[in-house]
């Protein structure tokens, strides 16, 4: 069954850092774009950001440029979220999704479960 | 604020038929970009649902359907069940910003009465 199984969720202080993994299995990693979703407690799905198969390529929305950065492991099937200066304001379930095919704009076939970041002194 | 609106909730009786709208720009939906639907059922991970715009994902039953109109989409759901009440989402892709983005809607709280 393929699948993503999110983890390194937690409670940090603001201006704290954290790193989420996403380990996928069961399908061809190295062929997808992932992506990091998030959703804030009550609120919708934010897209957060992407890398491309190759890793090459990455975007992020404005509200995280220049804290997070995303990264994979094509060996490891494993892709991260590097989240530094946190705020308040990230708190929320980070999901991981995969993108059907490598072109901009298809759909996310395939989510983890979420894991839960929570900032707050 | 989202990208592109969803109205916040709809509702229906078991076995009537339902609509979501969507309504983007000409940065996304009306820049010829396929939209896409997800369900997300309390306490769960969004699941796909349609894909550009009118492509069931594997399992879905055929009572959901997706159409597009110029900058605006819909997710159709016929013969409602109770098994319907979720949160649904539509999604497009965007070029404003650099580099393109992916964006949603702030989802539609569907009620079976």
């Known amino acids: 069954e393929e699948k993503l199984v999110e983890s390194g969720g937690g409670l940090v202080q603001p201006g704290g850092s954290l790193r989420l993994s996403c380990a996928a299995s069961?399908?061809?990693?190295?062929?997808?774009?992932m992506h990091w979703v998030r959703q804030a407690p009550g609120k919708g799905l934010v897209w957060v950001s992407y890398i491309s198969d190759d890793g090459r390529s990455a975007n992020y929305v404005d509200s995280v440029k220049g804290r997070f950065t995303i990264s994979r492991d094509n060996a490891k099937n494993t892709v991260y979220l590097q989240m530094n200066s946190l705020r308040v304001e990230d708190m929320a379930v980070y999901y991981c999704?995969?993108?059907?095919?490598?072109?901009?704009?298809?759909?996310?076939?395939?989510w983890g479960q979420g894991t839960l970041v929570s900032v707050s002194s | 604020q989202s990208v592109l609106t969803q109205p916040p909730s709809v509702s229906g009786a078991p076995g009537q038929r339902v609509t979501i709208s969507c309504t983007g720009s000409s940065s996304n939906i009306g820049a010829g970009y396929g939209v896409h639907w997800y369900q997300q059922l309390p306490g769960a991970a969004p699941k796909l649902l349609i894909y550009i715009t009118t492509n069931r994902a594997s399992g879905v039953p055929a009572r959901f359907s997706g159409s597009k109109s110029g900058a605006s989409a819909s997710l159709a759901i016929i013969g409602l069940q109770a098994e319907d009440e979720a949160d649904y989402y539509c999604q497009s892709y965007d070029t404003t910003l650099r580099g393109g983005s992916w964006v949603f809607g702030g989802g539609t709280k569907l009620t079976v009465l």
């Open positions: 999704a995969r993108e059907r095919l490598g072109t901009a704009g298809d759909a996310f076939d395939l």
């Open positions: 069961e399908f061809t990693f190295k062929s997808h774009w």
